[in-house]
Each structure stands twice: as C-alpha cells, then as structure tokens.
C-alpha cells in the first residue's frame, strides 16, 4: 500500500527545485546590463497588460459567444482548436518579420513564415472539423442500434418519478 505522506515529500522537494530554479535564473538576469533589464521589465508588464486587458476579455467574449451559437458537443473540440491557434500564433510572431535574416547568408530564415502559419491553421482547422464529422457519423450509427428513449409512454412515467416516489427497499438478510 502507498504511504499516504509520500505525496507530501514530493511536492516538497519539486517545489525546493522550483525556487532554486527560479533563483538561478534571477541571478543570470542580473548579469545583463541595466537597459536590458528595464527593456526586460517593460516587456513583461506590456504582456501582462496585453494579457488582462486584451487577450483575457476578448477570449471570454469569444467564449461565451461560442457557447451560443455552437452546439455543446463542438465546446470542447473548438476550444482546443482555438488554443491550438493561438500557440501557433504566438509561436510564428517572432519570426514574421524575418529578424536577423541576412542577404550574405541565406539560410537564416529562408522560409515563408506567414503560409507556414496559415497552412497549419487551416491543418488545425479541418482536423477538428474532421473529428466533429467523424463523431457525428459514429454518434449517429450507435443511435441507429440502440433506442435513445424508454417506449411510448414509459418516458413520460420515468421524468415524472421522484426519489420519494420511490419504496423502501427490503432489508438484506
């Protein structure tokens, strides 16, 4: 049997390396020189507030328009979607417009960025469109097979049945 206490050592211990990590990497940022640091500081506080007052409301917007005009089996797998969107974005920014790219050394950045990124949007796009469709399919040959309902009339009886409607069970001896 697994000692009960054990989980507790270990989120200890991960926790200790955790902030021995993050202490290390504190002590490596304080060897850069003072304007990268507040260039450091500045672009953290930009992406918190892009994050707050952009990403976070519009996302919630989204959201909540999605479970409107979406049926709920398709909640889950547009949201994953969307996420998956969203990281490649994020991942394709920093090399949109082509940084560092040299004439005198064309292997540095030698691909189109951009029709990468629509290309693997639109591949994230139809794999979830794919899925819903296959889903749907195999939904609806299982209902084919199986009745999703009591028959006529049972239905109505079983909604209208309350756990008080129900007898004492018989003691088990």
Known sequence: MADPHRGGVVRLVLGAVGLGLIGYG???LFDNPWPTLLRIVVWAAAGVLLHDFVFAPLVAMLGGAGRR??????WAPVGVAGLV???LVLLAVPV???PGARPSNPTVLDRDYPLGLWLALAATWLVTLLFLGFRRVSNRSATEITPKSLPVGEDEVVEQKGSDDVGRQPPSS
């Open 26 to 28: 504190a002590l490596l």
């Open 69 to 74: 005009v979406l049926p709920r089996t398709w």
């Open 85 to 87: 969107s969203v990281v």
């Open 96 to 98: 949109f417009d082509r």
